[in-house]
C-alpha cells in the first residue's frame, strides 16, 4: 500500500452496483476511496432487477422498426411500454433522439459497442465474486427467451440476427424442447431461443451487500449524504457538496444512475437520460421451480428464479423521478406471468417494487472522463443492463482513472456524444 499521503483519493457519488463495483476496481488498486449515498448501498435498481446477466444483450432498445410498432404498444394499457398523457411533452426529445438511434446506420455501430462493453461483463462478475468468497451468488445458467408463434417472433428478427452475427451461440426451440428445459412452461409459447452462455444473480441486493461489506472491510469510507451539486474551482471539479457539507476528493466519480443528469446540469452539460421506471413482483411461494431466468418475449417480462422467490419483472413506464409508483402497471406482470406459466400461484404473497432505470437514447451509458473538466469521470446510464455492465465499466473506468489503457476504447461511450464543452 502507498503512503497515505500519496495515495488518489477518489469520491464515488452512488452506492448501487455500478458505483461499488467501480469502488471495487481502485481499492483494488490501492486508492483511497469513499462512497457517498444518501440511502443504504444496493437499495435502488440495485435491488430491484430482474436478475439477469445478459451479455447477449447486443441488441439496442431502439431497432429499425420501432416506429411501425411503437404506436400500438404505445396505446395498450397493459403493453410492455408506456407514456402517461401528463409526459408526453417532457419525453418528447428523448424519444426522438431515440428513433434517430433506431436506424439502420446507427444500429450497427451501438451494437458493436454493446458487444464491447458485454463481452466481458459475466466474466468480470465471476471474477470480483470469487475474490469476495461469494461464487454462490452468480450461476450460468443459460436464458430462455419465448414466443407465441413465428410471427411474434419475426418482430425481433433483427436482434436475434444481430445476436448471430456477433458469435453469439442460440438455439431455436420447438414446444416439447422447451419443456424439456423448463416444464412449467404452459402451451402459449410454442417458440424459443436459448442462449446457455448467459447467467443470473440469485439475489442481487446480497451481492451489493456483499461488495458493500467486503469494501468497508478494506477501508472504503460509506458518506451517508445527499450528493446536491458539484464544487468547480477554474476547470476542474474538486467535491460534492452534500446537505451534511462538503466532501473534497482528488476524482468525483458521478455513478448516481438516473440522478446523474441533474448534478452535472449545473455545470452546463444537458444529457437526455431518462428514467424508465420498472416494476418487480416477487413471489416467495410461486409454486414454480425454474432453473434460469425465462422471458415472454412477447411482453419484455422476465421470470427469474431467486433465493427470495419467482421475481416477475418487466413493463417500462415513463413518469420522471418524483412520482409515485403507477399500481396498474403491476398487474400485467401476474396476468402474463399465469400466461406463461399456468401453475403459477397468484394468491401467494407477493412483495412489489418500482424503481429507476437510468436510460440514453442511444443504448449505451456515458463512461469515462469529461473531456472539459479536470477531475471528473462518469459511469452511468446503463438502462436494462446496469446489473450486466456494472463489473466491467467499474473495471474500465478504474483503468482510465489510473492512467492505464482502458481494455476497450471509451469513445463510443463518451459524454460528449450528448452534450457540448460547459
Not at 32 to 50: H, K, L, W, Y
Not at 361 to 389: I, K, R
Request: proline share 7%; hydrophobic share 40%.
Amino acid at each position: 500500500m502507498t503512503d497515505q499521503a500519496h495515495t488518489p483519493h477518489a469520491l464515488i457519488v452512488g452506492a448501487g452496483i455500478v458505483g461499488l463495483y467501480t469502488a471495487f476496481h481502485l481499492r483494488r488498486a490501492g486508492w483511497r476511496v469513499q462512497i457517498m449515498d444518501r440511502g443504504e448501498p444496493g437499495m435502488g435498481c440495485s435491488a430491484g432487477n430482474a436478475g439477469a446477466l445478459s451479455s447477449a444483450s447486443v441488441a439496442p432498445l431502439g431497432m429499425p422498426g420501432i416506429v411501425r410498432q411503437a404506436p400500438r404498444m404505445l396505446l395498450d394499457p397493459s403493453g410492455p411500454l408506456s407514456v402517461p398523457p401528463y409526459y408526453w411533452l417532457t419525453a418528447a426529445p428523448w424519444l426522438l433522439r431515440f428513433i434517430q438511434a433506431s436506424r439502420p446506420e446507427n444500429v450497427a455501430a451501438i451494437s458493436q459497442a454493446l458487444r464491447h462493453l458485454l463481452d466481458q461483463a459475466i466474466s468480470c462478475h465471476l471474477q470480483a465474486m470469487h475474490q469476495l468468497g461469494e461464487d454462490r451468488l452468480v450461476h450460468i445458467t443459460g436464458q430462455l427467451h419465448l414466443y407465441p408463434n413465428d410471427k411474434a417472433a419475426a418482430k425481433d428478427s433483427s436482434g436475434w440476427a444481430l445476436r448471430r452475427q456477433h458469435g453469439i451461440q442460440v438455439e431455436k426451440l420447438n414446444y416439447p424442447q422447451i419443456q424439456s428445459l423448463e416444464p412449467h412452461i404452459g402451451p402459449h409459447y410454442q417458440l424459443g431461443y436459448f442462449m446457455p452462455d448467459q447467467g443470473m444473480v440469485v439475489n442481487p441486493l446480497r451481492q451489493a451487500q456483499a461488495l458493500a461489506t467486503a469494501l468497508a472491510s478494506q477501508g472504503v469510507e460509506f458518506l451517508r449524504d445527499e450528493a446536491l451539486s458539484l464544487q468547480r474551482e477554474e476547470q476542474r471539479i474538486t467535491g460534492v457538496v452534500g446537505r451534511q457539507g462538503m466532501h473534497k476528493a482528488d476524482h468525483i466519480v458521478v455513478c448516481a444512475g438516473a440522478w446523474s443528469a441533474k448534478l452535472l446540469q449545473a455545470l452546463g452539460y444537458k444529457i437526455p437520460l431518462e428514467t424508465q421506471r420498472g416494476y418487480h413482483l416477487t413471489l416467495s411461494d410461486s409454486g414454480i421451480a425454474l432453473n434460469r431466468p425465462v422471458v415472454a418475449a412477447d411482453r419484455k417480462i422476465f421470470v427469474t428464479p431467486m433465493e427470495t422467490g419467482l421475481r416477475l419483472a418487466g413493463t417500462v413506464e415513463f413518469g420522471g423521478l418524483n412520482r409515485g409508483p403507477t399500481q396498474r402497471r403491476l398487474k400485467p406482470l401476474l396476468q402474463y406471468g399465469k400466461l406463461l406459466l399456468p401453475e403459477l400461484n397468484t394468491s401467494a404473497k407477493a412483495q412489489s417494487w418500482m424503481g429507476h432505470r437510468p436510460c440514453l437514447p442511444d443504448s449505451l451509458p456515458v463512461l469515462g472522463p469529461a473531456q472539459a473538466l479536470g477531475g471528473l469521470w462518469l459511469n452511468f446510464g446503463h438502462g436494462h443492463l446496469g446489473l450486466t455492465m456494472s463489473a466491467v465499466s467499474g473495471k474500465l473506468l478504474s483503468q482510465a482513472m489510473q492512467g492505464r489503457t482502458p481494455d476497450i476504447a471509451l469513445a463510443p461511450y463518451a459524454l460528449e456524444r450528448f452534450s457540448t464543452r460547459p
